[in-house]
Antibody, heavy 118, light 110 residues
Framework: QVQLQESGPGLVKPSEPLSLTCSVS????????WTWIRQPPGKGLEWVANIYYRGTTNYNPSLKSRVTISVDTSTNECSLEVSSVTAADTAVYYCARAHSWNGYMDVWGKGTTVTVSS | QSVLTQPPSVSAAPGQKVTISCSGS????????VSWYQQLPGTAPRLLIY???KRPSGIPDRFSGSKSGTSATLGITGLQTGDEADYYCGTWDSSLTVVVFGGGTRLTVL
């Protein structure tokens, strides 16, 4: 059974970088696409980025200048970095498995909460 | 303002049927597959429907999906109190080059 576990710092100061990790178990990171989606408090879902292990990446154009997604095949993990965060980056960040670069997400992690505050 | 438009809320009695609409355009729903997600309170989203009308294993056939033109619909029959959740539609937008979601619909089972 595939399981995804997100981890992150919880609290980040404005203008600082944010680093998140998604640990994948029960499946190889070399299969499928791996996606980050976020959900601000009380709001809907926002797709952030996805990646295929060979390096193919897709980014939300509204975030592309500040976001970097990567995979580590040796640890079976996917990571997301967001530079220079603001309060607008406060959200629950979910990691999910996608079946194609533009397709549906069939397995989701439980999410990790990130709060941007001084 | 979401690219895909969903009603903010719907409600129905236990045992009844409800439909949730998702309206888009030719650059998203009109030319791409639609998926639907259920988000129970305090939990992560779960895939309900993919490729417009397919159900993943483990999803009961009370849930169904359809698409026509630039709109999609999620149907839920035999409503149960456990179905109370937020429901989101999603698809690729070829113009924006991003996966887009609807704003979400809160289902209340009265």
């Amino acid at each position: 059974q595939v399981q995804l576990q997100e981890s992150g710092p919880g609290l980040v100061k404005p203008s600082e970088p944010l680093s998140l990790t998604c640990s994948v178990s029960g499946d190889s990171i070399t299969s499928f696409y791996w996606t980050w989606i976020r959900q601000p408090p009380g709001k809907g879902l926002e797709w952030v980025a996805n990646i295929y292990y060979r390096g193919t990446t897709n980014y939300n154009p509204s975030l592309k200048s500040r976001v970097t997604i990567s995979v580590d095949t040796s640890t079976n993990e996917c990571s997301l970095e967001v530079s220079s965060v603001t309060a607008a980056d406060t959200a629950v960040y979910y990691c999910a498995r996608a079946h194609s670069w533009n397709g549906y997400m069939d397995v989701w992690g439980k999410g990790t909460t990130v709060t941007v505050s001084s | 303002q979401s690219v895909l438009t969903q009603p903010p809320s719907v409600s129905a009695a236990p045992g009844q049927k409800v439909t949730i609409s998702c309206s888009g355009s030719g650059s998203n729903i009109g030319n791409n597959y639609v998926s639907w997600y259920q988000q129970l309170p305090g939990t992560a989203p779960r895939l309900l429907i993919y490729d417009n009308n397919k159900r993943p294993s483990g999803i009961p056939d009370r849930f169904s999906g359809s698409k026509s033109g630039t709109s999609a619909t999620l149907g839920i029959t035999g409503l149960q109190t456990g179905d109370e959740a937020d429901y989101y539609c999603g698809t690729w937008d070829s113009s924006l080059t991003v996966v887009v979601f609807g704003g979400g619909t809160r289902l209340t089972v009265l």
